[in-house]
C-alpha cells in the first residue's frame, strides 16, 4: 500500500475543473443538450486510469452517464451501514459568450478564480469527487466503505435522461445504497461575522405547469367575451402575484434556530423573513423556502394582432415545501379557475431527511476540521436536483459540496448566472474536506 502521507488529494482538482468546464455540456431542455457523452467518456477515462473500473450508461442518444464502485468488497451489499452514493451531473445550463467577462467554457484562471459555466453547479463538486478519488486510489487509502460513484446527465432538466431512468432502469446499480451526498451545499455563508456552512437535508418539490386557455377566435375589432388571452392572462396574474404564507419544515426552523441564537432572538414565523435577510446575498434563495411559490416564466398566444385566437398558453414554475403538497395544488386550482387547464411539464415531490446521525456528524467534523471556528447547519434548497430520484430508493439524501467562500462572494448569484466562476482555494479547500469526510462515512 502506498504511503497515505504522500498524496495531494487537492492536487489535480483546478485542471479536473477546468477540463471539465471545456466541454460544452449545456442543455437546452426538451431533450436537447450538447456534449454529455464526451464528458461521460472523459470521466471514465479518468476512473479507469487508477483502476476503477467505470461504466457509461446512455438513455438516449448522447444522454450518457457513468458509473462506479469503489472501495469496500464492491459487492452490492454496502456492509453494516449499508453503501454510500457520491453523485454529480455533467450538465450545464446553456451560456451565451457575449455576455460573459471571459468566455463561458474557457475554464480561465483568473484573479484566483476558476472561470465558466459550471464552475459552481456543479463541475466544481465533479473535480474534488474525481480528485479525492484519483488520488487516495493510488495512494491505496480505499474507503472501508462501499462507495457508488455516480454522473449523471439531463439534471438540469429535471433528470429525466439522467437519474431518473438510472433509478428506474438500472436499479442494481444501487442495491445496498442507504445515503446519498451530492450538490448543493457545504458552502460557507457569514451571519453576524461568523461564518455559516450550510448542508442541504430538503428540497421543495417542482410543479412545471403548462397552462392552457381555449375561447372563440374573431376579428380583433369586434366584442368578444370569450378570449382566451384575456382568461388566461387573468389567471397568470392571480398566480404571480399571490403572497404564499411562511411556512417553516424542521429543516429551516434548525437553520434559523442558529441564525435566532446569533441574533440574540426566538426564531418564529413572524420574524422568519427578517432572521433571512441576516444572510446577505444568500438570502434571495433561502427566502424561497420559507413558503411555496410560484413564478409565471413563458407566455404564448396568437399570430397577427387583430386576431383574436382560439388558444393561449403560459407555463409557470411551481415549488412546494415538504409536508404543504396539498395546501399547494388546492390554492393552486383556486388561483387558476374556470377555463384554464394544467398540465404537468415534470412533477416532482419534495423531500426532507432529519438533520442527524453518523453522516451528519462525518460532515460537520469534516468542515470544522479544517474551519474550526465555523457553524455548520443544514438548509431547505430552493431548486431541484437529482436528490429526488435518489430518494425513491428509500436513501437518505444531504447537498455536501463544501466550499469556504469570501464574505463578499455572492454565491446564489453565480447560479445559472452570467460570470459564474469559483475561487481555487475553495476548491482546494473542499477536495481537503471531502478527504477526511470519506475517512469517516
Known amino acids: 500500500m502506498a504511503d497515505s502521507t504522500t498524496h495531494d488529494v487537492a492536487g489535480e482538482v483546478v485542471d479536473l475543473c477546468r477540463d471539465l468546464i471545456r466541454i460544452d455540456t449545456s442543455n437546452y431542455g426538451g431533450g436537447e443538450s450538447t456534449g454529455e457523452r464526451k464528458a461521460a467518456e472523459h470521466v471514465a477515462t479518468l476512473l479507469d486510469e487508477v483502476g476503477i473500473a467505470a461504466e457509461v450508461i446512455e438513455t438516449a442518444p448522447g444522454r450518457a452517464n457513468v458509473l462506479a464502485r469503489w472501495g469496500g468488497d464492491t459487492a452490492p451489499t454496502g456492509g453494516d451501514r449499508g453503501a454510500l452514493l457520491l453523485h454529480g451531473h455533467l450538465d450545464v445550463v446553456p451560456a451565451a459568450a457575449e455576455d460573459w467577462a471571459v468566455h463561458p467554457f474557457s475554464g480561465e484562471v483568473q484573479d484566483g478564480y476558476v472561470w465558466g ?11 474534488m469527487l474525481l480528485s479525492v478519488v484519483r488520488a487516495r486510489q ?14 449523471t446527465a439531463d439534471e438540469e432538466a429535471g433528470g429525466h435522461h439522467g437519474a431518473q431512468l438510472l433509478v428506474e432502469n438500472h436499479a442494481e446499480w444501487f442495491e445496498g445504497c442507504t445515503e446519498a451526498v451530492g450538490e448543493v451545499g457545504g458552502f460557507s455563508t457569514t451571519v453576524r461575522g461568523r461564518r455559516l456552512y450550510l448542508i442541504e437535508a430538503a428540497e421543495k ?18 366584442l368578444n367575451d370569450d378570449n382566451a388571452v384575456t382568461r388566461l392572462a387573468s389567471a397568470v396574474a392571480r398566480i404571480g ?5 411562511v411556512r417553516l419544515t424542521p429543516t429551516m426552523r434548525t437553520l434559523l434556530a442558529t441564525v435566532g441564537e446569533l441574533a440574540g432572538v426566538e426564531a418564529t414565523p413572524e420574524n422568519a423573513p427578517a432572521l433571512v ?6 438570502a ?9 411559490s410560484t413564478n409565471p416564466t413563458m407566455l404564448e398566444a396568437g399570430y397577427k394582432v387583430n386576431v383574436i385566437p382560439t388558444e393561449a398558453t403560459a407555463h409557470v414554475d411551481g415549488r412546494f415545501l415538504p409536508g404543504h403538497e396539498e395546501e399547494f395544488f388546492a390554492t393552486l386550482a383556486e388561483l387558476t379557475g374556470e377555463g384554464v ?13 432529519p438533520y442527524d446521525g453518523a453522516l451528519v456528524d462525518a460532515m460537520t467534523r469534516s468542515l470544522l476540521a479544517e474551519d474550526p471556528d465555523a457553524l455548520v447547519a443544514p438548509y431547505l434548497m430552493s ?4 436528490a429526488k430520484h435518489f430518494t425513491k430508493l428509500g436513501m437518505r439524501s444531504f447537498g455536501f459540496a463544501p466550499l469556504r467562500l469570501p464574505d463578499d462572494l455572492d454565491f446564489t448569484a453565480l447560479f445559472h448566472g452570467v460570470d459564474e466562476r469559483v475561487p481555487v482555494d475553495a476548491l482546494e479547500f473542499g477536495a481537503r474536506v471531502l478527504d477526511r469526510f470519506l475517512d469517516e462515512a
Not at 213 to 221: D, K, M, P, Q, T
Open 341 to 353: 387547464d394544467i398540465d404537468f411539464v415534470s412533477k416532482q415531490a419534495p423531500w426532507e431527511t
Open 117 to 127: 459555466r459550471g464552475a459552481v453547479d456543479m463541475k466544481d463538486f465533479d473535480a
Open 284 to 292: 434571495r434563495m433561502l427566502g424561497a423556502v420559507l413558503r411555496n
Open 241 to 245: 402575484a399571490h403572497d404564499w404564507p
Open 277 to 282: 435577510e441576516e444572510f446577505g446575498g444568500a
Open 205 to 222: 418539490g417542482i410543479a412545471w405547469m403548462r397552462l392552457s386557455a381555449r375561447g372563440r377566435a374573431g376579428h380583433g375589432s369586434m
Open 138 to 151: 493510488r495512494a491505496g487509502r480505499v474507503p472501508e466503505r462501499e462507495i457508488v460513484l455516480c454522473f
Open 383 to 386: 431548486g431541484g436536483t437529482d
